[in-house]
């Protein structure tokens, strides 16, 4: 090869390498801009994404923003990061302890087992978010407010309501709710003709009752009080286990073909901390999921915690009596601000992430050959947030939704739930705990 030869070589090398920059900023571009709008971020060279579940919810409003602030309430302030020393002091006490030899026992030593078999792709999928930094300067700063503060929202009383102690007493069926209608129609059916706002009210039940907003508008309800917003397209259903089964559609294929379950499962820490009331494991035996399941089928997303006495319980006992087979397991990575772990990851009782265990309940509809048609699900993904509230779980259903059987648009249900999305029905007996006004910003029309 003579010199001029090599020369227009290296130049022809040195062209492609500047190509290929360019191409990968510009994919990094890309993926960020997407991520801004829809809160999903899918990392590279790996099976994970990281989401911001404040813009993800947000989409579900209009004249109403989930506010950061109020979401990201752990994880980003001086007096939490104390708090987390703390904690890691404490931890490193416990790993001392821990370190002192002992036998694990049978359930200890599964758990380790499936930590082990976690570990790699958890590693991996922190490694990616670590590399992803032009994602990192935008997670730290996920906690400030771009909006103002709602009218009056600074002076809205701030009364905790116990919805599940107002459902327990006698005066319950006696309890309603306020829904506030703001609508807009052109009265002479003209395309050019001015728009009318008016108001509807509607008083109704809101104990073992279907609450539904079918407008396309954000709909601002008053209880006791105190005010909530109701996503577009939603319903709740707020009652404890013994009314679930008036959920159950008439018909198979008025069923639902998503259904996530948040069980409040027994946990010493969710009872010290008085946050939520918890049940014993076979409660959930009674839930009608295969009732509930659409006559195509229905994916079924189970939130789970690390103990190895509750993983036996669902593999062993729960799938089978709710009719569902196993079909994968993701695993949610908690992060501080800063991208770093919420606590160490072998710490064997404070893991930093939860299980999702995932499955389909078999409907009338479906037969061998219709289920060859299902996407398989990936086994193993990894889905990275900065956690909000204790026990609140980011909204997932957008990450689903490929995997959900062919009926469209999906018919998608959560039970045990604490906040609403729109197109979604929420049951449990504290649907709208983190629907009240103060969990918002945003300016709203004045009517």
Same mark, same amino acid.
């Given at each position: 090869m003579g010199p001029a030869q090599q020369i227009l070589e290296n130049l022809s090398a040195q062209r492609k390498r500047r190509w290929a920059v360019k191409m990968a900023v510009a994919e990094t571009s890309d993926r960020l801009s997407a991520f801004l709008s829809s809160g999903i971020y899918r990392l590279e060279s790996c099976n994970a994404v990281f989401i911001d579940p404040v813009r993800v919810l947000n989409r579900s409003y209009s004249r109403f923003r989930v506010s950061p602030s109020m979401y990201y309430s752990r994880f980003f302030d001086s007096k939490h990061e104390d708090q987390e020393s703390r904690f890691s002091s404490n931890s490193r006490k416990r790993k001392r302890k821990e370190k002192q030899p002992h036998a694990l026992n049978e359930r200890e030593r599964s758990a380790d087992e499936r930590h082990q078999e976690a570990r790699p792709l958890l590693l991996k999928a922190h490694e990616s978010l670590l590399e992803a930094t032009d994602l990192l300067s935008v997670i730290c700063n996920l906690r400030n407010d771009v909006c103002s503060l709602t009218e009056s929202e600074e002076s809205l009383p701030r009364v905790e309501q116990s919805f599940v102690e107002l459902g327990r007493v006698w005066q319950a069926p006696l309890y309603e709710i306020i829904l506030h209608f703001h609508q807009h129609c052109r009265p002479s059916g003209d395309a050019s003709s001015p728009l009318i706002q008016y108001k509807e009210e509607r008083v109704i039940p809101i104990f073992n009752n279907l609450v539904v907003n079918e407008t396309s508008d954000n709909v601002e309800a008053e209880f006791l009080n105190s005010r909530y917003v109701i996503p577009r397209e939603s319903c709740f259903y707020m009652s404890d286990l013994r009314q679930i089964h008036n959920l159950i559609p008439a018909e198979s294929d008025c069923g639902f073909s998503l259904i996530v379950v948040d069980p409040p499962w027994e946990n010493k820490s969710a009872s010290q901390k008085l946050v939520y009331s918890t049940l014993p494991n076979r409660y959930f035996l009674s839930l009608p999921i295969k009732k509930l399941t659409h006559t195509e089928g229905a994916l079924i997303a189970l939130w789970v915690t690390n103990r190895e006495k509750l993983r036996g319980f669902v593999e062993k006992e729960l799938f089978p009596a709710w009719g569902v087979s196993y079909a994968a397991t993701f695993y949610w990575l908690k992060v501080k601000s800063d991208g770093s772990l919420i606590s160490d990851l072998d710490l064997f009782h404070h893991r930093p992430y939860e299980c999702l265990l995932l499955g389909y309940c078999h409907g009338e509809g479906m037969d061998s050959e219709y289920q060859s048609r299902l996407k398989p699900?990936?086994?193993?993904?990894?889905? $990275? *947030?900065?956690?909000?509230?204790?026990?609140?779980?980011?909204?997932?259903?957008?990450?689903?939704?490929?995997?959900?059987?062919?009926?469209?648009?999906?018919?998608?249900?959560?039970?045990?739930?604490?906040?609403?999305?729109?197109?979604? $029905? *929420?049951?449990?007996?504290?649907?709208?705990?983190?629907?009240?006004?103060?969990?918002?910003?945003?300016?709203?029309?004045?009517?």
């Open positions: 699900l990936q086994d193993n993904q990894v889905i $990275i *947030s900065i956690p909000g509230d204790y026990s609140r779980k980011p909204p997932i259903g957008e990450l689903l939704m490929e995997y959900v059987p062919e009926l469209k648009p999906a018919r998608c249900i959560e039970l045990f739930a604490r906040e609403m999305q729109a197109g979604w $029905i *929420s049951w449990g007996n504290e649907p709208l705990h983190f629907q009240e006004l103060r969990y918002f910003r945003g300016t709203r029309e004045k009517g």
